[in-house]
C-alpha cells in the first residue's frame, strides 16, 4: 500500500492550495480516506474524512469547516482536499490516511495506511 500526498507549498493568508493523495494496492474505492496534519510542537489532529463508495459523506474539523474540502476521484484513486482562506494556523504537515472502518472517522487509530506528509506554510 502507498499514499502519496502532494500539492504543499507556501502561500499568502488568504491563499488557496489543492492537496492530492494517490493511493496504490487499496480497494480505494471502499475505504474511507482521511486528512490530518501536525504542527510543529502539537499533536496530530484530524482535519477532514470521506467515505468510501456507500455515499461520500464528509467529515471537517470545526476549525476548516467551510474553508476546505475533501472529495475523492475513485477512477483516479485520489483523494484531494481543496484549503480556500488559509490562516497562518493552517501550518502544518498534512497527512493522507486510509482508514480501516468507516466510523471513528476522526481518529487517527481508524486508520491504518498513512502517507508520507506534505507541509503547508501559509505567511501572515
Known amino acids: 500500500v502507498q499514499l502519496q500526498a502532494s500539492g504543499g507549498g507556501l502561500v499568502q493568508a488568504g491563499g488557496s492550495l489543492r492537496l492530492s493523495c494517490a493511493a496504490s494496492g487499496l480497494t480505494f474505492s471502499m475505504d474511507p480516506m482521511g486528512w490530518f496534519r501536525q504542527a510543529p510542537g502539537k499533536e496530530r489532529e484530524f482535519v477532514a474524512a470521506?467515505?468510501?463508495?456507500?455515499?461520500?459523506?464528509?467529515e471537517y474539523a470545526g476549525s476548516v469547516k467551510g474553508r476546505f474540502a475533501i472529495s475523492r476521484d475513485n477512477a483516479r484513486n485520489t483523494v484531494y482536499l481543496q484549503m480556500s482562506s488559509l490562516k497562518a494556523e493552517d501550518t502544518a504537515v498534512y497527512y493522507c490516511?486510509?482508514?480501516?472502518?468507516?466510523?471513528?472517522?476522526?481518529?487517527?487509530?481508524?486508520?491504518?495506511?498513512w502517507g508520507q506528509g506534505t507541509q503547508v506554510t501559509v505567511s501572515s
Open positions: 490516511a486510509s482508514a480501516i472502518r468507516p466510523y471513528e472517522l476522526r481518529t487517527s487509530r481508524t486508520y491504518g495506511y
Open positions: 470521506v467515505t468510501g463508495s456507500s455515499g461520500g459523506n464528509t
